[in-house]
T-cell receptor, first 118, second 114 residues
């Protein structure tokens, strides 16, 4: 299967600072990327969908000014958590898919980034 | 709207016993269905997927799932559970109609007792 890599795997930041998480497709062109958040012992909640070269589409209830998503290239999308607070501490996971793929191909997930805000 | 219901928050089975995890979905068109497994602190691993065709799908680690359109279900089964199967299991739905975004159920935590 295709490979999606996230960086960093874990990050600790101080309250009030911003942190950037990268999601890269290593062996395909990711025309679409999805960002999820997973709180401890909970499910994955879709935050937003980003298409290369376009503004991200955010799910209801997700603050787009707080979670900035940039998908400027076909292999990289970034999620920036601005002015992070302890309640933003979570596991953030991206997935990616190519428009060139047939319909019966799933999106591939990165390994996730554990964010802790202190 | 897409949604997935996993009615069992947690299940405990004895090692060697059979397992069935329930999943019901809501989707306005032909669904793509998935089962993922997640160990504590880890990412997701895809167990199996259904797009079309044979409604009984075989996956990795001896898992299988059956798509039943009439019941909007996609239950996961394994004939004999191993202690290493203890983990969180997520059922998910997606498809072309939803722009291929994948929506997850709440998850079922599997405990395996010796």
């Amino acid at each position: 299967g295709a490979v999606v890599s996230q960086h960093p795997s874990w990050v600790i930041c101080k309250s009030g600072t911003s942190v950037k998480i990268e999601c890269r497709s290593l062996d395909f062109q990711a025309t679409t990327m999805f960002w999820y958040r997973q709180f401890p012992k909970q499910s994955l909640m879709l935050m937003a969908t980003s298409n290369e070269g376009s503004k991200a589409t955010y799910e209801q209830g997700v603050e787009k000014d707080k979670f900035l998503i940039n998908h400027a290239s076909l292999t990289l999308s970034t999620l920036t958590v601005t002015s992070a607070h302890p309640e933003d501490s979570s596991f953030y996971i991206c997935s990616a898919r190519s428009l060139a793929w047939a319909g019966d191909t799933e999106a591939f997930f990165g390994q996730g980034t554990r964010l802790t805000v202190v | 709207a897409q949604s997935v219901t996993q009615p069992d928050i947690h299940i405990t089975v004895s090692e060697g016993a059979s397992l069935e995890l329930r999943c019901n979905y809501s989707y306005g068109a032909t669904p793509y269905l998935f089962w993922y497994v997640q160990s504590p602190g880890q990412g997701l691993q895809l167990l199996l997927k259904y797009f079309s065709g044979d409604t009984l799908v075989q996956g990795i680690k001896g898992f299988e799932a059956e798509f039943k359109r009439s019941q909007s279900s996609f239950n996961l089964r394994k004939p004999s559970v191993h202690w290493s199967d203890a983990a969180e299991y997520f059922c998910a739905v997606g498809g072309r109609t939803g722009g291929f975004k994948t929506i997850f159920g709440a998850g079922t935590r599997l405990f395996v007792k010796a």
